[in-house]
């Protein structure tokens, strides 16, 4: 069976890591992460990943604690670290060939991000890791993963969450709240829907690359949206 896509930038949410557990990093969510991605590996696919780090740090709250915010974001780089040495692990004990890759130079545990070396792991089929976010404070793992998906040139953001697509509101707090199955950027900014940060989703919409917000807690989704089925929603020009 064909694919509809053949290099995409996966986000995921470092929360989705924390499982039940409400912290740190649950094995069992680092295992369906890892299956999910090897699904896509076995059909041919390019993948790139941005995990957040929330499950750890967020540099948003640091103020909160007394840490100033860029001292806070940095802090918060590191978690995204820590959980893409996670996700290396766990694609590598399945087989996955992986580079992890940090925006922050750490040369004991990651490469530095260059571009062309970038794609050429993509192209030999390794899955690449973007960790460390943009490498500077006040910009999001939303940006860095909308940054490095035009940087590699991928067919689509696919921003995994634990809902099933964008809805009018919250689901999990409104039971009323509509499911959109397909949205134009402008009418995301129009309705107020928050997907990804102003930042993050501006860059998207200038260089027409499409979001497909979906729920990663389904075991068939990514495999299914890789091969053209109508999963959660889609946002493009």
């Not at 409400?22 to 590996?41: N, P, T």
């Not at 860029?70 to 802090?75: A, I, L, P, S, T």
Request: proline content about 2%; overall charge neutral; some cysteine.
């Amino acid at each position: 069976m064909a694919v509809k896509y053949k290099r995409v930038l996966l986000k995921l949410s470092g929360e989705s890591l924390m499982g039940a557990q409400g912290f740190g990093i649950d094995a069992a969510m680092l295992s369906h992460y890892a299956e999910q991605i090897k699904s896509l590996v076995s059909v041919g696919v390019e993948v790139a990943v941005v995990i957040g780090g929330g499950n750890i740090f967020r540099g948003l709250q640091a103020a909160e604690s007394g840490i100033e915010r860029v001292q806070g974001d940095y802090m918060g780089m590191m978690a995204t670290v820590i959980n893409g040495m996670a996700i290396q692990s766990a694609l590598e004990s399945i087989g996955i060939f992986t580079r992890l890759i940090s925006a922050i130079e750490m040369k004991a545990i990651a490469e530095p991000y260059i571009r062309r070396r970038a794609i050429r792991h993509l192209e030999k089929g390794r899955v690449v890791i973007f960790s460390a976010g943009t490498g500077s404070p006040y910009f999001t793992t939303d940006s860095a993963a909308a940054l490095r998906a035009n940087e590699i040139s991928a067919d689509v953001i696919l921003k995994g969450t634990r809902v099933d697509g964008i809805y009018t509101a919250d689901p999990e707090k409104d039971p009323s709240a509509k499911k959109f199955d397909k949205l134009s950027f402008s009418q995301v900014i129009n309705l107020g829907l928050n997907i990804m940060d102003m930042t993050a989703f501006t860059m998207c919409q200038e260089n027409n690359l499409p979001i497909i917000v979906f729920d990663i807690g389904k075991k068939e989704n990514l495999l299914r949206i890789i091969h053209g089925e109508h999963i959660g929603t889609l946002v493009e020009a």
